[in-house]
């Protein structure tokens, strides 16, 4: 039998087929980690479901930094063991996406009064190279002051004393669950958005399924799970109160803060890294016409769904760049948008913000529920690894099943690019061929980026379309539109301009010029009744608005 499709319109298949199975893994959260436990889980053989409440990365895996990173930071904390093993994941995480995961060198200035002087920063950045294994062609090169000014002309040169270069990669958070969770559901799983876990079900004690609560059509069924994980991030504590265990060890929310401008505003040759006040480093990033500042680190107690950037954000933000940045003079009228992300820290007593460890822990409550909370984007294969290797075990002993190893470290996704330069050759044929549908260079290279090889697919369906319309210019919105709806469930607009294409956030000024396009899309393919759409409407309007409503 084959497969449906993983569209928005078979919704309803999917729901009715949880009803009626025996799982062997049902994961709670579609963020990175549940998408990482439900690819490794599905890859080893295991029956598995995937269910969130909001859409997939909807919550912190979408407002990330956007870098996978191994955390230079944490050398000043000591956390050695972090430092290594999310900077060698570095390097498998981008063998297995080369198009979504994209060196970046990143510059980091040495200054009057900073965190770091020179000699401390080449002997952290050299000590960071070894734990991470980095190459030999990306290991820190130190610079002079004179070498750094022509790296980055817009330095102030009254602070500077010298600089450095080394390697980061960066990504887009929310692609990179898509992505996980497509090959994820390729590999026989079954994965849901909008589908809320409203309670649990015991015999003598222990969890035996998930009562859970289609958003759309109030439809309920009861999902039987031999284990049931516990993947949801900020609310990871509200699901273990749900179980009545949340005891011991609790989540200490912090949030982090990124502000957007036009490239123009802020037109930045390369990444930066820079002190900024209070002792913490900075990024600014370039990306897709624009560049991004962030990150902020302070204690979070708010709402959990969307948090907000407020005008201490802002502010903060501001006095950093334009204490590094020579004759910019941002201010709050540049901002092209923005983005609030809370990070799922385990509890220390005594410690700040940015003093929390970022490392993982498991917890297991005396029903049988495992939960997963901590660690950082880059980590998350082995954060899944870890937790399937605990399941896979168990499993083992009472059903007739060898034991799997993990995968994951070998398995590609978006269609199995092997190189940068596979990467490279693929988005130049696909442009060469694109050129009579009037997308440029950056609009193919940016396809490639978001859907790999199935970026061919998007340019097909976009040909075929626009033999079929008038406005032959549309051809490329509905095609990846209706990509959006037919392979990575895109319910609603917001799925579609957040976290499918990033727009909300680097191209939001064009978000209303489609928005009536797109709504038309999903009424016609997806069966989602007038009502649940104009909502759809709304939230994402109440977004456009809150990326610069400070």
Same mark, same amino acid.
């Not at 990143?106 to 920063?121: A, D, H, N, Q, R």
């Not at 200490?252 to 803060?257: D, R």
């Not at 006095?319 to 385990?346: C, E, H, T, Y």
């Given at each position: 039998?084959?497969?449906?499709?993983?569209?928005?319109?078979?919704?309803?298949?999917?729901?009715?087929?949880?009803?009626?199975?025996?799982?062997?893994?049902?994961?709670?959260?579609?963020?990175?980690?549940?998408?990482?436990?439900?690819?490794?889980?599905?890859?080893?053989?295991?029956?598995?479901?995937?269910?969130?409440?909001?859409?997939?990365?909807?919550?912190?895996?979408?407002?990330?930094?956007?870098?996978?990173?191994?955390?230079?930071?944490?050398?000043?904390?000591?956390?050695?063991?972090?430092?290594?093993?999310?900077?060698?994941?570095?390097?498998?995480?981008?063998?297995?996406?080369?198009?979504?995961?994209?060196?970046?060198?990143?510059?980091?200035?040495?200054?009057?009064?900073?965190?770091?002087?020179?000699?401390?920063?080449?002997?952290?950045?050299?000590? /960071? %190279?070894?734990?991470?294994?980095?190459? !030999?062609?990306?290991?820190?090169?130190?610079?002079? +002051? #004179?070498?750094? =000014? @022509?790296?980055?002309?817009?330095?102030?040169?009254?602070?500077?004393?010298?600089?450095?270069?080394?390697?980061?990669?960066?990504?887009?958070?929310?692609?990179?669950?898509?992505?996980?969770?497509?090959?994820?559901?390729?590999?026989?799983?079954?994965?849901?958005?909008?589908?809320?876990?409203?309670?649990?079900? /015991? %015999?003598?004690?222990?969890?035996?399924? !998930?009562?859970?609560?289609?958003?759309?059509?109030? +439809? #309920?069924?009861? =999902? @039987?799970?031999?284990?049931?994980?516990?993947?949801?991030?900020?609310?990871?504590?509200?699901?273990?109160?749900?179980?009545?265990?949340?005891?011991?060890?609790?989540?200490?929310?912090?949030?982090?803060?990124?502000?957007?401008?036009?490239?123009?505003?802020?037109?930045?040759?390369?990444?930066?890294?820079?002190?900024?006040?209070?002792?913490?480093?900075?990024? !600014?990033?370039?990306?897709?016409?624009?560049?991004?500042?962030?990150?902020?680190?302070?204690?979070?107690?708010?709402?959990?769904?969307?948090?907000?950037?407020?005008?201490?954000?802002?502010?903060?933000?501001?006095?950093?760049?334009?204490?590094?940045?020579?004759?910019?003079?941002?201010?709050?009228?540049?901002?092209?948008?923005?983005?609030?992300?809370?990070?799922?820290?385990?509890?220390?007593?005594?410690?700040?913000?940015?003093?929390?460890?970022?490392?993982?822990?498991?917890?297991?409550?005396?029903?049988?529920?495992?939960?997963?909370?901590?660690?950082?984007?880059?980590?998350?294969?082995?954060?899944?690894?870890?937790?399937?290797?605990?399941?896979?075990?168990?499993?083992?002993?009472?059903?007739?099943?060898?034991?799997?190893?993990?995968?994951?470290?070998?398995?590609?996704?978006?269609?199995?690019?092997?190189?940068?330069?596979?990467?490279?050759?693929?988005?130049?044929?696909?442009?060469?061929?694109?050129?009579?549908?009037?997308?440029?260079?950056?609009?193919?290279?940016?396809?490639?980026?978001?859907?790999?090889?199935?970026?061919?697919?998007?340019?097909?369906?976009?040909?075929?379309?626009?033999?079929?319309?008038?406005?032959?210019?549309?051809?490329?919105?509905?095609?990846?539109?209706?990509?959006?709806?037919?392979?990575?469930?895109?319910?609603?607009?917001?799925?579609?301009?957040?976290?499918?294409?990033?727009?909300?956030?680097?191209?939001?000024?064009?978000?209303?010029?489609?928005?009536?396009?797109?709504?038309?899309?999903?009424?016609?393919?997806?069966?989602?009744?007038?009502?649940?759409?104009?909502?759809?409407?709304?939230?994402?309007?109440?977004?456009?608005?809150?990326?610069?409503?400070?």
């Amino acid at each position: 039998m084959t497969r449906p499709s993983f569209s928005a319109a078979n919704r309803s298949l999917f729901i009715d087929h949880l009803n009626t199975q025996q799982l062997d893994i049902l994961v709670i959260g579609g963020g990175i980690t549940g998408a990482g436990i439900a690819l490794d889980a599905s890859s080893r053989g295991l029956k598995v479901a995937l269910i969130d409440k909001q859409d997939f990365a909807a919550g912190t895996s979408s407002r990330s930094t956007k870098l996978i990173h191994g955390g230079l930071r944490y050398l000043k904390q000591m956390e050695i063991g972090l430092v290594m093993e999310v900077g060698r994941e570095r390097e498998i995480v981008y063998k297995n996406a080369p198009h979504l995961v994209i060196p970046e060198k990143m510059l980091l200035p040495v200054i009057e009064g900073g965190s770091l002087g020179k000699f401390s920063t080449s002997i952290g950045l050299y000590v /960071y %190279d070894m734990l991470a294994g980095v190459k !030999a062609g990306e290991r820190r090169k130190m610079l002079s +002051k #004179e070498a750094t =000014i @022509k790296q980055e002309p817009l330095l102030r040169t009254d602070i500077l004393k010298a600089g450095a270069l080394y390697i980061e990669y960066r990504t887009d958070d929310s692609r990179l669950v898509i992505e996980t969770i497509k090959e994820a559901v390729n590999r026989g799983a079954t994965c849901i958005n909008y589908m809320n876990c409203e309670g649990f079900e /015991y %015999d003598n004690g222990k969890i035996k399924s !998930a009562k859970a609560k289609d958003i759309f059509t109030g +439809k #309920e069924i009861n =999902i @039987k799970a031999d284990y049931i994980i516990n993947a949801t991030g900020p609310w990871v504590d509200e699901i273990r109160e749900m179980d009545n265990s949340l005891k011991g060890k609790r989540l200490h929310l912090t949030k982090g803060v990124h502000l957007v401008f036009n490239y123009e505003t802020l037109p930045l040759k390369q990444s930066m890294y820079f002190d900024a006040p209070g002792g913490r480093m900075v990024f !600014a990033i370039p990306r897709d016409g624009c560049t991004y500042l962030g990150t902020t680190d302070t204690n979070y107690t708010d709402q959990k769904n969307r948090p907000q950037v407020t005008q201490d954000d802002v502010d903060y933000l501001l006095k950093a760049a334009n204490g590094m940045f020579a004759n910019r003079k941002l201010s709050q009228s540049d901002i092209v948008s923005s983005w609030a992300g809370l990070r799922p820290l385990i509890h220390e007593d005594g410690k700040s913000p940015s003093e929390l460890s970022r490392k993982d822990e498991i917890f297991e409550s005396p029903s049988g529920l495992l939960s997963i909370a901590g660690g950082k984007l880059t980590g998350y294969r082995k954060m899944s690894e870890r937790i399937t290797n605990l399941v896979m075990a168990r499993i083992v002993e009472y059903k007739v099943l060898p034991f799997k190893a993990c995968e994951t470290k070998h398995i590609p996704l978006a269609g199995g690019f092997t190189s940068s330069a596979e990467v490279e050759s693929f988005t130049q044929k696909l442009f060469n061929e694109a050129k009579q549908l009037n997308y440029t260079q950056a609009g193919i290279q940016k396809l490639v980026q978001r859907y790999g090889k199935k970026a061919q697919e998007v340019v097909n369906n976009a040909y075929t379309i626009s033999q079929q319309i008038e406005k032959r210019e549309t051809a490329p919105l509905l095609a990846e539109i209706d990509y959006g709806i037919q392979n990575e469930m895109v319910c609603m607009p917001a799925d579609f301009f957040i976290r499918r294409t990033g727009m909300l956030y680097f191209d939001r000024s064009n978000i209303n010029l489609q928005q009536e396009i797109l709504s038309s899309a999903l009424q016609s393919s997806t069966g989602l009744s007038e009502e649940i759409l104009k909502a759809g409407n709304v939230e994402l309007n109440e977004e456009l608005n809150a990326v610069v409503g400070f």
